[in-house]
């Protein structure tokens, strides 16, 4: 749909028949090619046109667009040695995560204006394709000013008339708080105007209904509010113009809008949604699945979907599936940190480190890897595969090597490497899944990541690959817009009962009060329960907490054990947890495990974030073809 000016390119093949005089040769119709009336004349043909706009949407982290926007915030470490630069610099470049995509923005422009002239479409049919591509628009304007701030707004398809004076073409940024209006005041006026979703075998959730429109509306709020509340935190982060930061005073009437939408969501008006809660005799698989089952998902809101038969595919798990055992010896490559897995609770809301050694310092000892974690937070194993753990039935192979009765660790550089030992000839002294320092593809950091990780037979296979939908907007994070919402409203109550509905999911049944709800404890609940999806970042850049959360400072073994809960608690490298068996026979400790904290040869940076980093840079070209875009700050 690259050219969608005055042609509109579909699937649809069209043989031309009969002969054709000379003179009108070079005057055919191409039979591939619809004219836009001809593309608008059934909701199917639209729809058709539509789509290639869906499937185009902005995401910060997606299933299909590598999978490297998941690591890089101390949440996660890349085995992958041509990724080796997330951990090596230090800081981000003023563009990273930038986007001008206007082109887009035509396309969608173009799309509803034809559809708007269609004098063959049903006017019910017409409502809701117009409803569902200004849902698009919006949302991605929304993507944009999260990257950007304001941006020029433009409503229409532009088209240059070759006067020589393109001046008319040339919009000025809008302010920021301009381009949040937009987003809520569009959805509250085509949310009626979509369907209500209803829990079916299976349900709409890859197009837009009222509960998506509902919940870009929640979230948007959302952000306005934080950006106008916490900026003072970053007072040079501004422009005088407001293209940059909100004014304070705006905060309480975008958080109301924030509640209000999410609310409403809640409390059915935009049909039959809720937690996912299929297993409830073991809360970490039933997290896991949450984001696999497409049958009857009540969690699912709004996502990008995949289809084998379509040939829709995306090779996420190809990517970071556990490699041993894996149907291509193929995976590994996102590595949660220590950081991450220490974060979560305990099932009685209390934090605490992982129990690796006890008060003199010595290595506490388990018969089994898996004690290390148990009584925690059931998300964690949910979202993270652990040593002794199991994917697809299989237990994954994590362990470092053997240490000795005198200390000595016998170990190797190569997975499931062979060497002897006192007694004993030619044993595996590492576990096919690592961790080997340096040794791409396997759990460098001791941890593969299980969120999004397809089981199902081929999904790991170049050939076939998965079909696993990436969750843009879900239940869980509406009602946790809701509570921080609340939360910023002086209503700690209301809050508290919203957290403990996501809370009593993951087994922590001990109910918070409205005492008990903090700012820590609602930045601590979106990083557990959003984590690898797309939220770390822009969090803290409307919290206004990024350039103290990557301070560009190493991060000490004392500071990553201290202060879990806190929200301002920096996270700029990432570390690992590596189990060892113990090799002593004869000894009730043989067979034993122990853990050791570590900080992997890779990370040689500690992330900083500059004030800089807050808003994407606009480039020179863009510049200079628009004199009235105005600079970002501090660039």
């Keep these: 749909m690259k050219k969608f000016l005055s042609i509109i390119a579909v699937a649809t093949m069209v043989s031309a028949t009969g002969c054709i005089k000379d003179k009108d040769f070079l005057n055919q119709k191409p039979p591939a090619i619809l004219t836009p009336d001809e593309a608008f004349r059934t909701p199917a043909d639209a729809f058709s046109v539509l789509s290639n706009l869906y499937v ?52 969608m422009n173009l799309f509803l204006k034809r559809c708007e002239e269609s004098k063959t479409l049903e006017t019910k049919d017409k409502t809701q394709l117009l409803a569902e591509g200004r849902l698009l628009r919006a949302n991605f304007y929304f993507e944009l000013t999260k990257r950007m701030g304001g941006v020029p707004l433009i ?91 909100i004014p304070v005073n705006l905060a309480n009437g975008y958080y109301t809008k924030a509640l209000a939408a999410a609310e409403a969501i809640i409390n059915g008006q935009a049909g039959e949604y809720g937690l996912y809660k299929k297993n409830t005799t073991n809360l970490s698989e039933n997290f896991a699945s949450m984001f696999l089952d497409k049958s009857g998902n009540p969690e699912a809101i709004w996502v990008e979907d995949y289809k084998l038969k379509s040939g829709r595919v995306h090779g996420y798990t190809l990517s970071n599936q556990p490699r041993y055992g894996s149907e291509e010896e193929e995976g590994g490559r996102i590595n949660p940190s220590l950081n991450l897995v220490e974060a979560f609770e305990m099932l009685d809301n ?74 004993r000839e030619k044993v595996p002294v590492v576990g096919l899944d690592g961790p080997i320092d340096g040794l791409e593809f396997v759990a460098q950091s001791g941890f593969y990541i299980r969120k999004y990780l397809d089981p199902a037979a081929g999904a790991g296979s170049r050939g076939t690959q998965s079909e696993v939908a990436f969750m843009r907007y879900r239940f869980a994070e509406v009602l946790l817009n809701a509570a921080e919402a609340a939360f910023e409203l002086g209503q700690p109550d209301v809050a508290a009962g919203y957290l403990n509905q996501v809370r009593a999911r993951a087994g922590l049944t001990t109910a918070l009060v409205g005492a008990n709800v903090t700012f820590d404890r609602i930045v601590h609940e979106r990083r557990i329960e959003l984590a690898f999806e797309g939220h770390t970042l822009f969090d803290m850049k409307r919290w206004r907490l990024a350039h103290t959360k990557w301070d560009g400072t190493p991060l000490s073994e004392a500071e990553l054990i201290s202060n879990l809960g806190s929200a301002t608690r920096r996270n700029t490298q990432p570390w690992a947890l590596w189990p060892y068996k113990v090799y002593n026979p004869g000894s009730p400790d043989d067979g034993k495990w122990y853990f050791q904290r570590k900080l992997l040869s890779w990370v040689t940076g500690a992330r900083r974030f500059r004030m800089g980093n807050y808003y994407s840079n606009i480039g020179t070209g863009i510049l200079a073809n628009n004199p009235k875009i105005v600079r970002q700050p501090n660039q």
């Excluded at 987003?183 to 009222?210: C, F, H, W, Y």
């Design 56 to 107: 185009r949407q902005l995401d910060f982290s997606s299933l299909d667009n590598g999978w490297e926007s998941f690591v890089g915030f101390g949440e996660s470490f890349p085995s992958n040695a041509g990724s080796a630069w997330i951990v090596r610099d230090s800081e981000w470049g003023y563009g990273d995560w930038g986007n001008w995509d206007y082109g887009y923005i035509r396309e």
């Design 350 to 423: 209390s934090f605490a480190p992982l129990a690796v050694k006890d008060g003199g310092g010595n290595p506490i000892l388990y018969t089994n890897p898996l004690q290390l974690f148990e009584g925690r937070d059931a998300r964690l194993h949910g979202t993270i595969i652990t040593p002794g753990s199991t994917f697809k039935g299989r237990p994954v192979d994590i362990w470092a090597g053997y240490r000795l009765a005198n200390g000595t660790i016998v170990t190797s550089d190569q997975r499931g490497g062979i060497k002897d030992l006192p007694g």
């Design 155 to 245: 409503l229409e398809p532009l088209r240059y008339d070759f006067s020589g004076d393109p001046t008319y073409l040339q919009y000025p940024r809008s302010k920021e708080s301009e381009m949040y209006d937009f987003v809520i005041s569009e959805m509250e006026a085509i949310k009626d105007q979509l369907p209500v979703r209803a829990i079916t075998a299976n349900p709409v959730t890859g197009r837009a209904t009222k509960g998506a429109a509902l919940a870009i509306q929640a979230r948007a709020a959302l952000y306005a509010g934080s950006i106008a509340k916490y900026g003072a935190k970053a007072p040079e982060v501004t422009l005088p113009g407001g293209e940059i930061g």
